[in-house]
């Protein structure tokens, strides 16, 4: 079976949603974020702070193309992962691509912990924020199905794409 690749801002809820999905469905787990984390040794704040986003971009790049020869996998990516076209046409080729969305608003009150997303942290969270996800908009909305989750519980959002799944085909069985 084909992965379900789950792609959007951060905050969006890729790595909360793609878990109890993954669970709900019986497959294995992937979040790109913990795994560039385990095999680095570093918190992804650590590599931006201490290496910069563009060696960051260039580690997330190695590991999508190793995880995109994955099958059968629950795969939640990082929001910037849409930055590559090449990781995009690599995660479609062997998975279905759920874009999760959500308003500034949600997105602000969700990404509000510091000192885990270092692109947002920063005086100017709001206006970051609002640019970064304009820059990006047109990129999220390259997906096979596209949520707004912003009134959603990631239960709800779990329970939707299932029902996107089934409707397209992409389960077996009774998930
Ligand atoms: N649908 C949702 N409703 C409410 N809170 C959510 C939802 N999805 C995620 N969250 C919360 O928002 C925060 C960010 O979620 P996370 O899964 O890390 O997003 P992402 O991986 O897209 O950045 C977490 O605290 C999580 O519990
Ligand atoms: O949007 C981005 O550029 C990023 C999103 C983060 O993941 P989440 O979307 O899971 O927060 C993480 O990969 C990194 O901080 C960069
Ligand atoms: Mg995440």
New binding site residues.
């Given amino acids: 079976m084909k992965n379900i690749v789950l792609i959007?801002?951060?905050?969006t809820g890729?790595?909360s949603t793609g878990r109890l999905l993954a669970g709900r469905l019986n497959r294995p787990f992937i979040d790109v974020?913990k795994k560039i984390e385990h095999e680095t040794g570093l918190a992804?704040s650590d590599i931006?702070q201490l290496y910069g986003e563009d060696h960051?971009r260039q580690i997330?790049r190695e590991v999508i193309s190793r995880v995109a020869r994955y099958t059968n996998t629950v795969i939640?990516t990082?929001?910037?992962v849409v930055l590559k076209q090449e990781n995009m046409v690599r995660l479609k080729n062997t998975g279905v691509i759920v874009s999760l969305m959500a308003s500034l608003e949600i997105i602000l009150e969700r990404?509000a912990r510091p000192g885990i997303?270092?692109?947002l942290d920063c005086e100017d969270r709001a206006e970051r924020v609002a640019k970064?996800f304009q820059d990006r908009a047109s990129l999220y909305m390259k997906a096979d199905y596209t949520i707004d989750t912003s009134c959603m519980s990631p239960q709800q959002v779990t329970e939707r794409i299932i029902v996107f799944l089934r409707e397209g085909g992409h389960l077996r069985g009774r998930s």
């Fill in positions: 959007g801002f951060m905050g890729k790595t974020d992804i931006f960051f997330e939640a990082g929001g910037g990404t997303r270092p692109l970064l």
